[in-house]
């Protein structure tokens, strides 16, 4: 019974790190989309695509607040069978991009695009997802990879630390400029 009941747990353990390498596939190509077309759209490369009802500028991480809740409705209402969470797990992971790629908005209620916090959350939502993804399970872990994790954990919290001194120069630096592009590309 218990062998049974290893193989079982084993083969939901390794469809949990197939489910999160699509999410995490999903995210990282729809955060590097979504940034390259913004950037585009403020640089009038590409037409302004932006939507506007009433006047005010319907953000993305509005349709990423959207995408949540309705992949969230349909797993948890409709229970899907496993094809179906496959394609879940790849809106999952365009939901959540859109919504933090756009985090400063959600502590500043507004502000500009180029938010620091915005950049920080996504590389702590692809840190998690990533060790979620690619790290063995949790029963399989031996020593060397323990430490492994906490040199993986100590070498992000170095670079955020890293990131976060760095970036209140360069944005110093830059964030004027790139205001300045933002406020260029609304009509």
Known sequence: MKSIYRRIRSIAD???SRLARRVLFAFVLTFILSRAIVLLIMSRKIPLMYLYFRG???HHLNYGI???TVTGGYLLFAKPHLTAK?????V???ALALTFDEF???LHLGGSYWQRASVDAVVVIASFLSLLALAPSLEHIRPRHRW???ALVLAIVAFGTVLVIAGKEVGKLEGPKLRELEMSSTP
């Open 86 to 90: 496959r394609r879940a797990a790849l």
């Open 14 to 16: 390794g469809e949990t």
């Open 56 to 58: 005010t500028h319907v």
């Open 148 to 150: 492994a994790l906490f």
């Open 92 to 94: 999952y992971g365009v």
């Open 66 to 68: 959207l995408l949540l």
């Open 104 to 106: 400063g908005m959600w």
